[in-house]
């Protein structure tokens, strides 16, 4: 029972540098969501995917890239990190259903911790 | 703009005293609300929700929140804290028609024994 599963956990990275979160999940969903938390900041939407092939940018885009090649996996990318990048970074997904049998619920990963130095 | 507040950057409360969570919200047409809790270290984990009907919502973990469309609030509560309940809150409002959530800042509670 895996549920939103984010690889890694923890990760230092240099100024320039550049690298992927990884995302998946086994629910099905087609929902899937790339959140930022800042102390004090709340969680801030980056992109978000409503299915395989489809994604959209949230609040705080830029020096983010996403794709959505399958329904269970929705990785991020930093290309050029930069030091404002040091967050926490958390994945989610939504069945996506509407109607009154809907969930409405997203479903965390327990989140990656990004330092870029 | 859809927007979500949460006034307290912090509330204390004593093991067995009630408690309470502030939430306003300010969005167009009916929305969807909710409460998640974020223990240290782990991702957000969903508490309860309002989508329609009766205004008292309750949910896991002995909490529950009352929907006040005059006030557009939605505080969440618990007539009993524990000192487990000590984590981060987030309320989160959905407009109708939207699969995105906006979340407040997060209020810290802290449960002394």
């Known amino acids: 029972n895996a549920g939103v599963t984010q690889t890694p956990k923890f990760r230092i990275l240099k100024i320039g540098q550049s690298m992927t979160l990884q995302c998946t999940q086994d629910m099905n969903h087609n929902y899937m969501y790339w959140y930022r938390q800042d102390p004090g900041m709340g969680l801030k939407l980056i992109y978000y995917?409503?299915?395989?092939?489809?994604?959209d940018k949230g609040e705080v885009p830029n020096g983010y890239n996403v794709s959505r090649s399958t329904t269970e996996d929705f990785p991020l990318r930093l290309e050029l990190a930069a030091p404002s990048q040091t967050s926490v970074y958390f994945c989610?997904?939504?069945?996506?259903?509407?109607?009154?049998?809907?969930?409405?619920?997203?479903?965390f990963g327990a989140g990656t911790r990004l330092s870029v130095l | 703009a859809q927007s979500v507040a949460q006034p307290e950057d912090q509330v204390n409360v004593a093991e067995g005293n009630p408690l309470t969570v502030k939430c306003t919200y300010s969005?167009?047409?009916?929305?969807?609300l909710f409460w998640y809790v974020q223990y240290p270290n782990r991702g957000l984990q969903f508490l309860l929700k309002y989508i329609t009907g009766d205004n008292l919502v309750k949910g896991s973990y002995g909490f529950e929140a009352e929907f006040n469309k005059s006030q557009t609030s939605f505080h969440l509560k618990k007539p009993s804290a524990l000192v487990s309940d000590s984590a981060l809150y987030f309320c989160?409002?959905?407009?109708?028609?939207?699969?995105?959530?906006?979340f407040g800042t997060g209020t810290r509670l802290l449960v002394s024994p």
């Open positions: 995917s409503v299915g395989a092939g489809i994604t």
């Open positions: 989610a997904s939504n069945e996506g259903k509407g109607g009154v049998l809907a969930k409405n619920i997203q479903y």
């Open positions: 989160a409002v959905r407009p109708t028609g939207f699969q995105k959530l906006v």
């Open positions: 969005v167009s047409g009916n929305p969807y």
